[in-house]
């Protein structure tokens, strides 16, 4: 069936509840042909900790939201929630909900780690907007992963804000993605998906010869790949780090 506004493929999008860049970053990536659906990833818990491990564990009654809709894939816009959770819980719930829909289902990690597995990166640099506990655990997700993390630059969180990571600036992002230095990395990421990056990315694509992307830019990326039925390759992935299609949303949106 094909739905009117989404000729080439519906998207399934969770947002975490107070994510204010998901959906901006998705409307600007998106190429014709594909829309989305959003709904919320939501919990009533204390520490960002519990929230975020909440978003992913309820996974499946949160992709419940979408009944009967005909979406071609699950975005889940959250990467914090794998970090906490491990490789080894994030694989076996992602095998169970495509199992059970018959859609890919990718989360933001998986998206980004498909990203430097189609350019044959094994060393990494990361641009991160987290506190130092979280820092750690996204450092050791990726290495889990099998990835040799040679760089971290931290952005400067927003404390007092409405929320330290989702307050975060664009120009900050991209200071801290200057900060990291060239020709150790054979990628880098930008982590979270509350944290702006596409100005970044289209200011400074590359690192020194390492292309860069997002957690946000990856899974929009992988998204479109798996509901296009094309291969996630490194060809398409440097068209979408040079941004030669959505960076022209980008500046028309921004006025830039």
Not at 162 to 180: D, E, K, Q, R, V
Not at 193 to 207: D, E, K
Not at 218 to 230: F, G, P, S, Y
């Amino acid at each position: 069936m094909t739905v009117e506004y989404a000729t080439l493929g519906l998207v399934g999008v969770l947002t975490p509840q107070a994510n204010t860049t998901v959906e901006p970053e998705f409307a600007m990536l998106w190429p014709a042909g594909i829309a989305m659906l959003n709904a919320r990833l939501t919990s009533p818990k204390d520490t960002i900790v519990a929230r975020l491990l909440d978003y992913l564990r309820d996974l499946p009654g949160s992709a419940a939201q979408f009944a009967n809709a005909p979406i071609d894939a699950i975005a889940f816009a959250c990467t914090g929630a794998s970090y906490y959770a491990g490789v080894e819980e994030e694989d076996a719930l992602v095998a169970r909900m495509e199992d059970k829909l018959g859609i890919p289902v990718i989360t933001a990690a998986t998206a980004v780690r498909d990203a430097f597995h189609a350019v044959g990166a094994e060393r990494i640099g990361l641009v991160s907007p987290y506190p130092d506990d979280l820092t750690d655990a996204a450092t050791g997700y990726w290495r889990a992963r099998g990835f040799d993390v040679v760089d971290v630059s931290r952005g400067a969180m927003q404390d007092g804000a409405f929320h330290p990571i989702y307050a975060m600036s664009a120009a900050g992002a991209a200071a801290a993605l200057a900060a990291l230095p060239a020709g150790r990395a054979q990628a880098v990421a930008m982590l979270g998906t509350g944290m702006p990056t596409l100005g970044a990315i289209l200011g400074q694509p590359f690192v020194g010869e390492a292309p860069v992307t997002s957690c946000m830019h990856a899974l929009a990326w992988r998204c479109v790949r798996a509901v296009t039925k094309q291969p996630a390759d490194g060809e398409s992935l440097m068209e979408w780090v040079r941004g030669g299609d959505w960076g022209k949303r980008y500046r028309e949106r921004m006025g830039a």
